[in-house]
C-alpha cells in the first residue's frame, strides 16, 4: 500500500515506519517544515496545506494519523489546554477535509485516540461499549474521535485508544528511568490507579492489524491486563534492579504537575481490549513482567 503518516517523528511513528517499510509498503511523512525529500508533504495542522502540497495527497491507499500536542510535556495552563485540544480536534478535521477533495480518496483512515476518553473509573472494566468519562480529557479524546469519524464517508476508520507505552526510548519509561536509577522512585499517590498498559511491538502489530483486516471504529489499544500503578511500579524497579520505596504523595503531585499530574499520574481506568480479543488478534505481550524485560532488553 501507498501510506501517509501524520506525527511521524513521535514514537509509535518513529518504530511503525520501518515495519510498514519492511511489507513492502511505501511511507510517505506529513511534516511540518519544508519538505526535505520526496517521500514528506508539508502541512500547518492548524492551517492546513498549500494547492500544491494538497495536490500530493492524491492516490494514498492509507493514512495513519498520529499527530497531537503531548500532553504530558508541562503543566496545563489553559494556553497548554488549547494546544491538547486543537492540536487533536482542529488537525484531524484539517486532514480530513483535505482528503475528501481528493480525486483518489484513501480507502483507510487510522487515527490516534488515548484511554484518557474514558476519564478516572477506579476499577471499573472498561470496554468499548463504556461511556466517556467526566473532565478535560475525555472531552478531548471524544471532540477527536468526532473529528476522526468524518472520515467515514469516504474510508474505513479506526481510532487508537491508546494506553500507557512502554518502549525503551521514550514514553512512560524513559521519563521514570532517570528517579529510580536513583533509587527514589516509587508508588504514585494512593498505587490503587489503574495503569492500562501496551508495549511498543503490540501497538505497531495493531495497527498492521487495522490496515490488513476490514474492522472499523474505536479499538481499545491496551494490553488484555491492566495493573495498578502499586504493580507497575514494583514491576519496573524489578527490572531495572532498582528499590521503589520512595512513594510520592498526591499533594505533592498536585503540588508539582498540577492539573496535568491529576490527569496523568492520579487518575487511573482499568481498560481491557475486548474488540481486539474478539478480532483475533494475538498480542505479543499480555504480562507486564514480560513486556518491561523486553523493551528495556
Wanted: glycine share 8%; with cysteine.
Amino acid at each position: 500500500m501507498k501510506i501517509l503518516i501524520s506525527g511521524a517523528t513521535g514514537l509509535v511513528a518513529t518504530n511503525l515506519i520501518p515495519t510498514l517499510t519492511a511489507k513492502g509498503h511505501e511511507v510517505f511523512k506529513l511534516v511540518r517544515k519544508a519538505p526535505k525529500s520526496a517521500d514528506e508533504i508539508q502541512w500547518d495542522s492548524e492551517i492546513g496545506f498549500s494547492d500544491s502540497e494538497k495536490a500530493k495527497l492524491e492516490g494514498f491507499d492509507a493514512v495513519i494519523h498520529l499527530a497531537g500536542d503531548n500532553v504530558a510535556s508541562e503543566n496545563w495552563s489553559q494556553e497548554k489546554k488549547r494546544k491538547i485540544k486543537e492540536s487533536r480536534t482542529i488537525g484531524t478535521r484539517i486532514l480530513v477535509d483535505a482528503l475528501k477533495t481528493l480525486n483518489n480518496k484513501p480507502k483507510i483512515f487510522v487515527s490516534a485516540s488515548a484511554v484518557g476518553f474514558y476519564g478516572n473509573r477506579e476499577d471499573e472494566i472498561l470496554t468499548e461499549d463504556s461511556p466517556k468519562g467526566e473532565g478535560f480529557f475525555p472531552e478531548v479524546c471524544d471532540a477527536w474521535e468526532q473529528e476522526a469519524k468524518k472520515a467515514e464517508d469516504f474510508a474505513r476508520v479506526v481510532m487508537l485508544r491508546i494506553g500507557v507505552v512502554l518502549a525503551k526510548d521514550g514514553g512512560a519509561l524513559e521519563k521514570m528511568m532517570t528517579p529510580f536509577k536513583f533509587g527514589v522512585g516509587g508508588v504514585i499517590g494512593s498505587g490503587k490507579q489503574y495503569m492500562p498498559w501496551i508495549a511498543i511491538d503490540d501497538i505497531i502489530g495493531i495497527i498492521h492489524f487495522a490496515l490488513e483486516n476490514e474492522i472499523s471504529g474505536a479499538i481499545n489499544t491496551t494490553a488484555p491486563n491492566p495493573v495498578t500503578n502499586y504493580e507497575f511500579t514494583k514491576t519496573f524497579g524489578d527490572a531495572i534492579n532498582r528499590p521503589t520505596i520512595f512513594p510520592i504523595p498526591e499533594f505533592a503531585i498536585k503540588l508539582m504537575f498540577g492539573e496535568m499530574g491529576e490527569t496523568i499520574l492520579l487518575q487511573g481506568n482499568r481498560v481491557i481490549p475486548k474488540r481486539l480479543e474478539e478480532l483475533g488478534y494475538k498480542f505479543k505481550f499480555t504480562k507486564l513482567e514480560d513486556a518491561m524485560k523486553h523493551v528495556l532488553a
